[in-house]
Every structure is written in C-alpha cells, then in structure tokens.
C-alpha cells in the first residue's frame, strides 16, 4: 500500500513538473513541502554513509544512532575540499541538537585536523568561505592549534566575511564570473541557503538570504520547464545537449516546480533548510505568457595572463517565450573549457531539447589566461578532470574565432579560424528526435520541434555526420560525469571545414508565425549575404522580423543602420529585472509585485 | 717514533672524519603539486611537501597539509629549517617549529602563490609572486602587502631577495624580470625584451650575475645586475626553461630544465651547454636542487616522473622516488 501510494505520489509529481502552472503563495508552499518530501525521502533509509543521509535522518529525527554512526565513519578520513565542507557542516548544523556529544567531538576535530584545498574557481571559494564561515561561529573563541590553518575562530570568520561580502560585491557590481551555470548554480545556492539558514551574524544572514534570491533570481529569467536557457559561463557533457540533467534543473523542480522530478543530492540541503523562495521570483520563472528580451552583464573569470583587463565585461541576450528560449553571449574566450556561447531550448523532445553550435577550440594559450600551471603542461592538467578538452568532437567551450549577434528571435554567428589552429572545423548540434530536419534548395536546414521551429543558414559548404557511440553514465567522487560523453546515438553533427564561415539562426514558435509551412515559405525568401575572405567576414541580412541586421567580424555589430554598442549593457536590463552596473541594488518586478535586493544597504524592499 | 705519529695520525683520523661526514648531511624538500589525478574535490592522492632527512636516505616523509596544490618551498637555512614557508593555493603556509605546527599567514587575497623566498639574514623579511603580482611581509607573515608599483604584468612566477644587499630584489614576470632597489615599493624592467619569463636566479657569489629561463625564448644571462642580458645559445636545443640552479660551491656550474628538455649542464657560467640525459627516463623537467654539501650530487624534479637523482655531477641518472609526481620546485640544505 505505502509502495502504491509512493507510484501515485511521484506520476502526480511527474505531471506536476512537466505541466508547471501558476499557482497562489498558499498552494505553492504547500506543492513545495511536497516536493521537499519527495527529495528526502530517500535518504533516511539509505544505509550508504553520506552527509546527506546523515542531515534527513537527523531532521526527521530518525536512526539518529545511524546518523552518528555514519558521521564518525565518514570523518576517519575526510576528503573532498570545499565538496567536504558544505555538505559536512550542512550535517552539523541540521544535526548538533540531536548527535552525541562524541560525534560532535569528531566533527570539531575534524576542523583541526583535515586540511581542504581552497580550490582555484569562484565556486569553490564561495562553498570554502561559507563553510568556514559557518564552521567558525560554531566553535567560537578557539586558538589557531584548533584549526587545520591555525588561525583563531575569530580570524577564520572574520576573513570568510570579508571574502563573501566581495563576492557578493563585485557580482552585484559587474557581474557574476561564473554565471548561470546549468552545473555550477548548486554550488553556489547551496552555501547561500545554509547561510540564510544557519548563520549567526544577523548580517551574514540577510545577505544570505538576498544572494539566494538574486541567484535565483538570475535563473529564473532564462529559465523554462526546468531548462537554463541563453549561453552559460560553463556546461558539462551531457547536460548541454540534455539540459535537464544538469544540477540547475533539479533546483528548478524543487524551487519552481517544473521540470522532472528528481531527489538529486544537491537539493537534500536546500530542502531541509529554511529558505523560501519569494513569489515574485516563482512567478517569473514560470510566466510565460508574454515573450520578452533580456540582457545582462557579466564578467570573465580572472584574467591572470594573455590579457590587460582582469575582468573584461560578458554581454549576454536571451529572448524567451512560452515555446522556447534563444540566447547567446557575444562570443571569444569568456570561461575556459566549458563556456556555452548559444543555444536554442525548447520544450519539446525530451531529453534532446536543444539545438547549438561552437567552434570546439582548446589551447595552452586559452587555459593559461586563467590558470597558473605551465601553459606548455596545462591541457594534460585540465584533461585530467575535463576529458573532452581536446577533443575535435566536443559540445562545450569557446573560442577566440567565434563572434555572435542577436536581435530578438534572431543571431548571426561568424567565424574567422586562424589556419593551423587546434580545430579547423565548426560544429552543429541537431537531435535525433526532432521531427524535421529538412535541407532546404534555398540554403535553409528547417527543423521542427514540436510547436518550436529552427531555420539554420549556413554560410559555408558543410556535410553531416550521425554520431555512433554512447558510452557509460557512471559519476566520479564529485559527482561528475565519469567519461563525459561526447558522442550520443543517432544525434546529427553538422559539420564545416571552411576557416571563415557562420549561419544564420531563426527560431519561431507556431504562436509567432503560424504553420510550419508558413516558416519554411518566410525563410526561403530571407536568404544572408555574407563576405568570407579571410580577415573580411561578414553578413547582411534581413531578419523574418523586418529588421536589418549587419555584422562583421569581430565587432561590428548594426542594426536597421544603427551601431549596436554593447559596452552599454546593464547589469540586468528586462521586463522583469533591472540593475544598473555599479549599483549592488536589483530590482525585481512582476506585475505590481516589487522586490528590491540593496546590497548596499543590506536590506530588502518588498 | 714514526709509528708513534702514524697511530696519532690514524687516530685523529678516526675521530676527524666521521665528524666531517656528520656534517655533510643534509635534508632534500620536495614540492609536489599533484599527481596526474588531481580533481580538486576529488579523493586525490597525497601531495605537498616532502623531504628525505639526508640525501643518503632513500624514503619520502610528508610534512604539513595534503593536497592544497604547493607550488613552492623556502626553508631557512640559518634556522636548520624550523622555519619553511610553503607557496600554495591556499596562500602562504608557515611553520617555525620545523614542520610540527602550520599556519596559512595570508588572507584571502592572496592565492595561487607560485613561489616564496625568506631573507636569511632578516627572516622577518619573506616575499612571495603570485598571478596577481608581488607581496611583501616584513613581520614574518603577520601582515603580507601588495607592492606591485612598476611592474606591467603582474603575473610572478620566481622572487629573488639578492643574498648581498636585501633591498634589492628580482621578479620574473611574464613581461620580463623586474629589479627592486627598495624592497619591493618600485620596481623597473631590467634590459632583458622577452615575455614569459619563468623563471630567474642568481649567482651564490656574484649578485650581479643572473640567469632567466623562458616559456619560448630559451635561457639568458645577466653579469651587471640586469643592465644587459645575452641570450645562452651554445649546446641548446630547447626554449622552454622552468628550472635553472647554480651549483652553490662552483658556481660556474649551471643545470637547467624544462620542457621536455631532459637536464642540460654548463660548465662556463651558462655560456654553453651540454645535455645529460643519461638514465633519465622523464625530460619534462621543472626543478633541479644541487646538494650544497656535495656538489656531484644533484636531483631532478620532474612534471608527473617523481625525482632523480645523480651522484656524478648528471653523467647519470636515476629514479629517486615520488613516482608520478608533479614535483614544482626542490630544495637541499645543508642540515
């Protein structure tokens, strides 16, 4: 019966997630407590020792023996850094009430004794400063012998503070560096919501709370159904071309309801904590009754060689719909390895809801702009984690030949390849599963997903290839894919070998232009000029819209006759958020309901 | 009577040199910064610092935190290493009892340090290169400061205090080595016009003697403190030199290393040199330590092959352990 009741539970959740509705505060939080349900109820009957079995049982109060058990079990021999850090003091806090005083002893000494790296992304200093944040107002007013880095407890909060407070600052001011990242917004929510939760210092709290908000806040305007949409900072394989297995898509379940349902570990902490999301962020992650353009600044992680500026700006723009979600950045190297420069997701055909293209570059030049290790040696030492790097065939990253230009539901992408470079080739990512992919006399490959329609216009000859290979799923100790997967059954590789090249991308819903036939009719008399000698690319081209759009490569960008200046871009700038760069103050707005983050001031305005 | 002075004379022997031999020991700091399975969060395997009690000693002993990505060591030598500073990712570790007690004494803006050196003479005086520049401590580590006013690429990857006057440091940075008359508040660029400078070191004897590896330029050297720097061409096959060290007693012997070039020898002060390879069976080179007790004895750290080691000035070469190991940088003392 419990096993019946468990199946009608989760078909209920599974259309609950597939068909996300608006619904009231009321029946949001309690649809919420549902969901947090469903994620922990796996873990108090997991006998697998795990912090995150360890933290359900103690909330549910349950085998709490168990609990301790796993705990000093787990602490004999803690690895894993800042991947130790949140999840380990996440167990404490949800549990120091209820372990014994020798489990709490093991978890104090763990903090003396286990050195963890302060790793070298922004990631992992915001879960290291959260933790240790965290961890030193819990074992107040001890020496540095105490500690594993022999500062004080006082010493270690206070520089944790003042690190997460520039964080906060500098993503408030220019920008997030690793913005929304399908697989690293986990990292960052979660010590958000545990210091929301847990911390003392009234405001460590606050801010806590805020940034929460603001990261939410930032994926729900670029979210659909459970998908990031727009270009990311970085993006594994598999999730860029099956977008709902990415972490990101697992909040999206439990904080918006959409998406599939999922007791992904990396939501157990968020759903035993306190944090709620406020409504007007929920309402705009799943209102798509009005199509709408947003744009946002970001900036590059740090510069440390090959450049002048530090932190050089990222411009971002998405057009989002109920159907689908088109969005790009302006192209170059803004991320090392995994950057995801465009990309259209729709709602159809799951799991392969996307279509993208990029130039599958890698460098020593690349990975030592942001790296310290020797650039001669640098590429084996970021195979070593990220095995597709040099890889021809690879689905992420970005390049310095590749520039883009977006206006509304249409980009230009163009490429001027330097000859000799890594990879004299550009790619496009087409699924198995749509249910056109017409080439088109005109030039145009016409695809249909569903309600969504593609056109794609090459600008160069290209071939197609079908890809062959689907190796295992299994995941590393941080829960990575294994081998990440670069070839996926069946799926079609649109492949160019010409150095100067680009296409031309439209994407409409049947909403915006009716039939299918229809979009096909529209394309064929929408055909790009374009100029591809080296050194001299360019394309002319009049959009479905109406509108004139010129771009050459790398940086010229007008539209119906006007120079497009993106250094202009706000920090947020749409229907929903708005932020000035500089300001450290959002605004969030849905309808008549306003919510304003003033970091500033530290202080939220309803 | 002659016999009467031989026994002495035997006797004093006996007494004499095992006190000499005692003397020449010495201790060999190895810095590991990973293994070719480092993940960061991952259960990667152990890494840092390690030292062999005398360069007779065949065993590995780790010191200090795992796994924080150690990129460098500076040990004490007045001191007979009770204090070694270790550059890190986390910063800059410290121990002052030997290795018994640690402590990161910088904050959080410092991070990703590539190298630290200590003044022997004022060891409250200790400099550290970065990707983000230079910074000073002139309280051993209690307050560590920026002074990067000068230099146009602040990205460091060695930092020398000069041995005969310690207001006047070296940078090497990735556009050129810098030179400091004031301890670091300004810097200038020397005459050496190459970027990507890895790495620059200086004569045990002479100050003014100074010798720079590249990432694609190969190996120069000054002999007036940086004025004029000459390109070291004779007897080099290679241009990507992470590793060059004098050899402390001669210091007309130089071994340099780096990418995939196996050892290279200089037996003129760096105006030429020859390969020695022998028995060496990973070239990609990114430390190379001479033993200050025993000048044939020389080790070779290599980029994920662990250590070699030659006891016949790099005729020959073998396998001294850490196997697989990334090892950055190494040191031997005389203690």
Redesign the interface.
Known sequence: MKQVTFVLFLILAVCAGAYAQIVNRETYLKEFEKRVAFVTSVYDTLQTPGYYQIAVRYTHNKEIAVADRMFKELLRDP??????MIPSIGAYLVGKDKMSAETKAVVRNAWKTY?P?????EN??CMY?SALFLAAEQFPNLP??EW????SSDENRQ?AK??LI?WMKITTTIGQGEFDSPDYFPEYAMPMILLSHFAEDPEMKTRGTMMTDFLFADFAVEHLEGQYIGGYSRIYQPAVYKPLLSPASAFAYLYFGTGEPTNSGWIVLPALSTYRLPEVIYNIAVDRSKTYIHKERKRVR?V???GSEKNPPVYKYSYVTKDYGIGSLQGGILQPIQQHTWGVRYLYGRPYTTIFGLHPYWSGWEVGMFF??????LI??VV??KGTYNNPDKWTGGSPFERTFQHKNTLIVLYDIKPGTTTEHIDGFFPRNLEERIVDPSGWIICKAGDTYVGWYPLQEHEWKEELETPSNSL???GRPQLERVKEMGNWRLRSYKLQNGYVIEVRSKDEIGSFDRFKSELRSHVPKATLTPGSVSVRYGTLGGDKMNFAFPEKRTLNGKEIDLSKTRLFDGPFLNAAVGSEKLTITYKTKKLILDFKAVKVIE | MKSIFSLLFAGLLIVVVPAELFSQVSTVYASV??T?????????PETGLYYQRSSEDTVWHHMG?????E?GVAVHTPSRGQLICLAS???VHMTTDGGS????TT??QI??V?AVTIDDANPNFMLCG???GVFRTLDRGTTWVECNNGIA?K?TSSVIIDHSNSSILYCST?DGVYRSQNRGDTWKRTGLNVG?V?VVVQSPKDPDVLIAGT?DDGIYVTRNGGRYWEKSEAGLDHL?F?TITFDPVNPKILYAGG?MTGVYKSIDGGVSWTRKNVGLSNL?L?SIAVDPTNSNRVFAGT??GGVFRSDDGGDTWRNAGLSGSQVWQITVQPF
Request: no cysteine.
């Open positions: 690895r894993g850094d800042m991947f130790w050195a790296y302060r790793g070298d992304t992992h200093w400063y540095g012998s594993y880095n022999g500062k520089e003042e690190y520039h740090n440390i060689r090959f310290p290790e020797e650039v001669k040696t084996a030492d070593a984690s590393n100790d941080i | 910064l990973s070719k399975l480092f993940v960061v969060g991952a259960a990667n935190a795992k796994n924080i990505r990129f990712g986390n910063g007690t640690w402590r990161i904050g959080w991070t990703e590539l970065t990707p983000y690429q990205f990735e990507g890895r990432d990507t992470f990418y990609n990114h980029q994920w």
